[in-house]
């Protein structure tokens, strides 16, 4: 029988439903079944799983979902102590027991999670919502309103690997992050990215630089001396930055040289 068969029969249907979060690199496949569940040539191990009803609605917020886990769930274990940096993508399958037909039922992302007692709730927002972007974003302003680093006609275009700086943990303390070495840059604004052994991709805000001390917005979970990061500075979007520090004035995106009168405030003579 096929998927849709087995899908509208009143007795023949033994649904398994097939979970795959993508983190970076890193997949991890569960299925709500009692037993292993394989597709597609990949394995999906057991884990008490229940999510919310699907719905279509022309209200985004109406199709998303929510997935119920264990508090120690790999996945709500990402959420633990700060929120993880890359994008966790689910895509949810549907099957039934004996058969080869495997339907893709709702693809989405991991938005938060929160705990009560001894379950999670993962909070599914649809693909769909990826679509939502702003209009116009540029204004008539001073300062550059590129987003450093990134690439493309009309942006930033500043090689991120020309001006970032690869080099190892010396100490951890709290939010304070100590490396081996760092060079004289711009570091407030910037980031510090890190490969976790599970090889997800973890980035943090830098606050302050204080040698080669370097305060985050909020601490690695997991880091240890030795670890290889990456700094990358940052930019306070001036012109006399976007020259000394990254010589990408052609680029630059504000308009430095606006009239410091309002010809609109009323006074006759501008």
């Known amino acids: 029988m096929t998927y849709d068969a087995r899908e509208r029969s009143t007795q023949a249907g033994e649904p398994v439903e097939l979970y795959e979060f993508a983190y970076g690199s890193v997949v991890h496949r569960h299925t709500s079944s009692a037993t292993q569940q394989s597709e597609g040539g990949n394995d999906y191990l057991p884990a008490a799983l229940e999510r919310s009803q699907i719905e279509t609605s022309a209200e985004r917020a109406r199709n998303a979902i929510t997935v119920t886990c264990p508090r120690d769930f790999v996945i709500a274990e990402l959420f633990r102590v700060t929120p993880p940096t890359s994008i966790i993508a689910l895509t949810l399958r549907r099957m039934h027991r004996g058969d080869a037909d495997v339907a893709v039922i709702w693809m989405g992302r991991v938005v938060n999670c929160e705990w009560q007692g001894s379950v999670a709730t993962l909070n599914c927002e649809p693909l769909i919502t990826s679509l939502r972007r702003i209009g116009l974003r540029r204004k008539y ?7 450093l680093y990134q690439q493309g006609a009309g942006r930033c275009n500043v090689v991120r690997a020309t001006h970032s700086t690869v080099t190892t943990v010396s100490a951890v303390a709290g939010k304070v992050l100590s490396l081996a070495a760092l060079g004289s840059k711009p570091w407030a604004g910037g980031f510090v990215e890190w490969e976790t052994p599970a090889g997800s991709i973890e980035r943090r805000y830098i606050e302050s ?10 601490p690695f979970q997991g880091i240890t001396v030795g670890a290889a990061v990456t700094a990358s500075p940052g930019c306070n979007h001036t012109m006399a930055m976007c020259e000394a520090t990254y010589a ?3 680029n630059y995106g504000g308009f430095p040289f606006i009239p410091l009168k309002n010809p ?3 006074t006759p003579v501008f």
């Open 141 to 147: 302003q001073r300062q550059c309103q590129h987003v």
């Open 209 to 218: 630089a204080s040698g080669t001390d370097l305060t985050l917005a909020q």
């Open 248 to 250: 990408n004035l052609p």
């Open 264 to 266: 609109f405030d009323g």
